[in-house]
C-alpha cells in the first residue's frame, strides 16, 4: 500500500510539473505541449516533417518541449546557414547525450563538447582522411575488391532465383562500408569471416536501439530500460577497443624511441594518431628528462598512456611549466590520448557505415521505382565504362548523370532529417532573440532541402536539377547540406560520395533492379520511409536482374 501510494504520488508530482522554463532565453514559443512528455507526442512519427509544418505557424526559429528540456527549432536554409555558418562557433557544442556520453565519454567528435580537444581531432581526421579518400588509394582498391566479392555473392543467389529485402541488401551495403571504414582506420580489410560478422551483428544491434536510446535524454524515467541497450553498446565498443590494443602491439618497439622515424606511421589513421600521440609524449619526456634526468622509457601502451595523464596533472615549477608550455605549442596535437582514440574509432564506425548503406539504399529503391532513369543511367555507365570495367575516381567526373542522382536521392530523402542535437557555446543573440549557453538546438535539415525559396517542386524527385544545360553535373544550391554545414559538418563527405559513386554504379552495370511486388510501386507512403535516428528506407523487396 505504502508502495502503491508512493507511486502515484511520484507519478502525480511529474505529471502536473511545470517544464523548467528558462527565462533568458526570449525565442517565440511553439506548440503547447503535456506536462511531463511536452511535445513529444505531438512530433508524431515524422518529427521532421511536423517541425515543418509548425514552422509555418510559429516561424523559422520556435521552441519546443521534449521531456522538461526546452529545445530550439531551426527550420529552413536561410536560419540553419546564419546559425551554423555566420554563428558557428556558438552554435557548434554538443550537449550530453545520455546513451552517446555513456558510451564515448565526451571524447572523439559526435559525442566532445567544442572545444580545444575537438578542434585538434576533427583537424587530425580531416586530414587524414582526405590522405586515404585521395585518388588510387587503397581505399579505393579495397573498396573495388569487396564490391567485387558482393557482386559474386549476387550472381550466385540470383541464379537460386532470389529477391533481396531491404534489410538484406542494406547489410549487404554495410558490409561494405564498414570493410571501408576497416581499411582507414586499421590498413586493412578484416579477413576472418566469423570475426567480421560478429562485428556487423554488433554495429547492426547498436543502431537498432538507438531510437530507443534517444529516449533517454528526454525521459530520464525510461532509463531504467537502459541496462539491456547499454550492454550491446558496450559489448561493441570493447571488441573495437580490443582490435584496437591488438593493433598497437605491432609498434612496441618503435615506442621506447623519443623520435620515430618519419617514414613510417603514414597508412592509416591508428599509425598517424600514434606518431601525433607519441610525438607529443616525446617532446614532453624530453622535457621532463632534460629537467629530472628521467630516464624511464617504458615501451608499453597502457604505461605510456597513464604517464602521460600523470605527467600532465603532476605539479611542476613554474619554470619547467613555462618551458614546456614553449614546447608543447610546436606539437599540433597536445590533447591525443588513447581514450580519444577509441573513441574517434567508434565514431567512424557510428557515422560511415549505416549513413552510406541508408543512402544507397534509397539510391536503388529510386532507381528501381523510376525505370526511365534507371536506363538513363545505365546508357551512361555503359558509355563511360562499358560493361566489364569497373568504375574509378578518375571516371567520377565524366558520369554526369550518376552524380546528379545520387545527389537528388540525398536531397529528397535525407539520412538524418534531424542533425544530431546541437547546443550553444555561450549566450548569444540571434536574429534578435536572446539565447541563453548550453540551450538544446536541433536543426531540421529535410527542411532545408524541401525549401521551396530554393528549389522549384521541392516534393519531385528531379536528379536534372543538379545538371547545367550542357548535362554537366553542378551542386552549388545553398540549401543541399546532406552531410550538414559549419563546425560540426560530416568530415566523410568526401569519402563517402567516392564510396556511393564506387557501389552504386557498380551494381547498375551488372544488375536491373526493379520492385518485387508491383503494389509497392505506386504506395506513395512506403517513399516516406521510416523515421527514427535517420529516414530509413521502408520495407519491399527488390528483384535483381542479371544485366
Ligand atoms: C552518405 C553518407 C554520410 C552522410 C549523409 C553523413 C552525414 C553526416 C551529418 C548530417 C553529420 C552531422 C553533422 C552535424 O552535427 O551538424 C555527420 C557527422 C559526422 N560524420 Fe558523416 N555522413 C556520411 C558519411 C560519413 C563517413 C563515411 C564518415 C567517416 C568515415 C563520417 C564521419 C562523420 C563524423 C566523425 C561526424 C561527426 C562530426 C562532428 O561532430 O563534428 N560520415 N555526418
Given at each position: 500500500?505504502?508502495?502503491?501510494?508512493?507511486?502515484?504520488?511520484?507519478t502525480?508530482?511529474?505529471?502536473?510539473?511545470?517544464?523548467?522554463?528558462?527565462?533568458?532565453?526570449?525565442?517565440?514559443?511553439?506548440?503547447?505541449?503535456?506536462?511531463?512528455?511536452?511535445?513529444?507526442?505531438?512530433?508524431?512519427?515524422?518529427?521532421?516533417?511536423?517541425?515543418?509544418?509548425?514552422?509555418?505557424?510559429?516561424?523559422p526559429?520556435?521552441?519546443?518541449?521534449?521531456?522538461?528540456?526546452?529545445?530550439?527549432?531551426?527550420?529552413?536554409?536561410?536560419?540553419?546557414?546564419?546559425?551554423?555558418?555566420?554563428?558557428?562557433?556558438?552554435?557548434?557544442?554538443r550537449?550530453?547525450?545520455?546513451?552517446?556520453?555513456?558510451?564515448?565519454?565526451?571524447?572523439?567528435?559526435?559525442?566532445?563538447?567544442?572545444?580545444?580537444?575537438f578542434?585538434?581531432?576533427?583537424?587530425?581526421?580531416?586530414?587524414?582522411?582526405?590522405?586515404?579518400?585521395?585518388?588510387?588509394?587503397?581505399?579505393?582498391?579495397?573498396?573495388?575488391?569487396?564490391?567485387?566479392?558482393?557482386?559474386d555473392?549476387?550472381?550466385?543467389?540470383?541464379?537460386?532465383?532470389?529477391?533481396?529485402?531491404?534489410?538484406?541488401?542494406?547489410?549487404?551495403?554495410?558490409?561494405?562500408?564498414?570493410?571501408n571504414?576497416?581499411?582507414?582506420?586499421?590498413?586493412?580489410?578484416?579477413?576472418?569471416?566469423?570475426?567480421?560478422?560478429?562485428?556487423?551483428d554488433?554495429?547492426?544491434?547498436?543502431?537498432?536501439?538507438?531510437?530507443?536510446?534517444?529516449?533517454?535524454n528526454?525521459?530520464?524515467?525510461?532509463?531504467?530500460?537502459?541496462?539491456?541497450?547499454?550492454?550491446?553498446?558496450l559489448?561493441?565498443?570493447?571488441?573495437?577497443n580490443?582490435?584496437?590494443?591488438?593493433?598497437?602491439?605491432?609498434?612496441?618497439?618503435?615506442?621506447?624511441?623519443?623520435?620515430?622515424?618519419?617514414?613510417?606511421?603514414?597508412?592509416?589513421?591508428?599509425?598517424?594518431?600514434l606518431?601525433?600521440?607519441?610525438?607529443?609524449?616525446?617532446?614532453?619526456?624530453?622535457?621532463i628528462?632534460?629537467?629530472?634526468?628521467?630516464?624511464?622509457?617504458?615501451?608499453?601502451?597502457?604505461?605510456?598512456?597513464?604517464?602521460?595523464?600523470?605527467?600532465?596533472?603532476s605539479?611542476?615549477?613554474?619554470?619547467l611549466?613555462?618551458?614546456?608550455?614553449?614546447?608543447?605549442?610546436?606539437?599540433?596535437?597536445?590533447?591525443?590520448?588513447?581514450?580519444?582514440?577509441s573513441?574517434?574509432?567508434?565514431?567512424?564506425?557510428?557515422?560511415?557505415?549505416?549513413?552510406?548503406?541508408?543512402?544507397?539504399?534509397?539510391?536503388?529503391i529510386y532507381?528501381?521505382?523510376?525505370?526511365?532513369?534507371q536506363?538513363?543511367?545505365?546508357?551512361?555507365?555503359?558509355?563511360?565504362?562499358?560493361?566489364?570495367?569497373?568504375?574509378?575516381?578518375?571516371?567520377?567526373?565524366?558520369?554526369?548523370?550518376?552524380?546528379?542522382f545520387?545527389n537528388?536521392?540525398?536531397?529528397?530523402?535525407?539520412a538524418?532529417?534531424?542533425?544530431?542535437?546541437?547546443?550553444?557555446?555561450?549566450?548569444?543573440?540571434?536574429?534578435?532573440?536572446?539565447?541563453p549557453?548550453?540551450?538544446?538546438?536541433?536543426?531540421?535539415?529535410?527542411?532545408?532541402?524541401?525549401?521551396?525559396?530554393?528549389?522549384?517542386?521541392?516534393?519531385?524527385?528531379?536528379p536534372?536539377?543538379?545538371?547545367?544545360?550542357?548535362?554537366?553535373?553542378?551542386?552549388?544550391?545553398?540549401?543541399?547540406m546532406?552531410?550538414?554545414?559549419?563546425?560540426?559538418?560530416?568530415?566523410?563527405?568526401?569519402?563517402?560520395?567516392?564510396?556511393?559513386?564506387?557501389?552504386?554504379?557498380?551494381?547498375?552495370?551488372?544488375?536491373?533492379?526493379?520492385?518485387?511486388n508491383?503494389?509497392?510501386?505506386?504506395?506513395?507512403?512506403?517513399?516516406?520511409?521510416?523515421?527514427?535516428?535517420?529516414?530509413?528506407?521502408?520495407?519491399?523487396?527488390l528483384k535483381?536482374?542479371?544485366?
Amino acid at each position: 500500500m505504502f508502495l502503491f501510494i508512493t507511486t502515484l504520488l511520484i507519478t502525480l508530482y511529474y505529471l502536473f510539473k511545470k517544464p523548467r522554463e528558462n527565462k533568458n532565453l526570449s525565442v517565440p514559443s511553439g506548440p503547447r505541449g503535456l506536462p511531463l512528455l511536452g511535445n513529444i507526442l505531438q512530433l508524431g512519427d515524422r518529427p521532421h516533417e511536423k517541425m515543418f509544418e509548425w514552422s509555418k505557424s510559429y516561424g523559422p526559429i520556435f521552441r519546443i518541449y521534449l521531456g522538461s528540456e526546452q529545445v530550439v527549432v531551426l527550420n529552413g536554409a536561410d536560419i540553419v546557414r546564419e546559425a551554423f555558418i555566420e554563428n558557428g562557433e556558438e552554435f557548434a557544442g554538443r550537449p550530453k547525450l545520455y546513451m552517446i556520453h555513456a558510451t564515448l565519454k565526451g571524447k572523439g567528435l559526435i559525442s566532445s563538447p567544442y572545444n580545444s580537444d575537438f578542434n585538434e581531432h576533427k583537424k587530425f581526421l580531416q586530414s587524414s582522411l582526405n590522405k586515404f579518400g585521395r585518388r588510387r588509394s587503397s581505399l579505393e582498391v579495397n573498396c573495388l575488391q569487396t564490391i567485387r566479392e558482393t557482386l559474386d555473392e549476387y550472381r550466385e543467389r540470383i541464379d537460386n532465383n532470389f529477391e533481396y529485402t531491404n534489410k538484406q541488401m542494406r547489410n549487404n551495403i554495410s558490409r561494405i562500408a564498414s570493410q571501408n571504414v576497416l581499411t582507414m582506420t586499421f590498413g586493412t580489410r578484416m579477413h576472418d569471416k566469423k570475426l567480421f560478422s560478429h562485428l556487423m551483428d554488433l554495429i547492426t544491434e547498436n543502431f537498432e536501439n538507438t531510437a530507443v536510446a534517444a529516449a533517454f535524454n528526454f525521459l530520464p524515467i525510461t532509463r531504467m530500460f537502459k541496462t539491456f541497450i547499454l550492454r550491446n553498446v558496450l559489448r561493441c565498443s570493447e571488441f573495437l577497443n580490443n582490435l584496437i590494443s591488438e593493433k598497437l602491439e605491432e609498434y612496441h618497439e618503435d615506442m621506447d624511441q623519443f623520435d620515430l622515424p618519419s617514414e613510417k606511421y603514414e597508412s592509416n589513421i591508428i599509425e598517424c594518431y600514434l606518431k601525433e600521440l607519441l610525438n607529443s609524449v616525446c617532446l614532453y619526456d624530453k622535457t621532463i628528462a632534460e629537467s629530472f634526468y628521467a630516464t624511464d622509457r617504458s615501451a608499453s601502451y597502457n604505461f605510456l598512456s597513464r604517464r602521460l595523464t600523470e605527467k600532465r596533472r603532476s605539479s611542476l615549477s613554474i619554470e619547467l611549466v613555462n618551458n614546456m608550455n614553449k614546447i608543447r605549442r610546436k606539437s599540433r596535437y597536445m590533447s591525443f590520448s588513447f581514450d580519444h582514440l577509441s573513441s574517434i574509432v567508434q565514431d567512424l564506425f557510428i557515422a560511415g557505415t549505416e549513413t552510406i548503406s541508408t543512402s544507397l539504399n534509397w539510391a536503388l529503391i529510386y532507381a528501381a521505382k523510376y525505370l526511365d532513369y534507371q536506363d538513363k543511367l545505365v546508357a551512361e555507365i555503359e558509355n563511360v565504362l562499358g560493361k566489364e570495367k569497373l568504375p574509378t575516381e578518375s571516371d567520377r567526373s565524366k558520369l554526369n548523370f550518376v552524380q546528379a542522382f545520387l545527389n537528388e536521392t540525398m536531397r529528397i530523402i535525407s539520412a538524418g532529417p534531424i542533425l544530431v542535437p546541437r547546443s550553444t557555446t555561450r549566450d548569444v543573440v540571434f536574429r534578435g532573440y536572446k539565447i541563453p549557453e548550453n540551450t538544446f538546438i536541433m536543426a531540421n535539415i529535410w527542411s532545408c532541402m524541401r525549401d521551396p525559396n530554393y528549389w522549384s517542386e521541392p516534393n519531385e524527385f528531379r536528379p536534372e536539377r543538379f545538371l547545367d544545360q550542357n548535362g554537366n553535373f553542378v551542386c552549388k544550391n545553398p540549401a543541399m547540406m546532406p552531410f550538414s554545414i559549419g563546425k560540426r559538418a560530416c568530415i566523410g563527405e568526401n569519402i563517402a560520395r567516392l564510396q556511393m559513386y564506387l557501389i552504386f554504379t557498380s551494381l547498375l552495370q551488372k544488375f536491373h533492379f526493379s520492385f518485387a511486388n508491383d503494389s509497392d510501386l505506386n504506395d506513395e507512403k512506403l517513399m516516406k520511409g521510416i523515421p527514427g535516428v535517420g529516414l530509413s528506407p521502408p520495407h519491399v523487396s527488390l528483384k535483381l536482374r542479371l544485366r
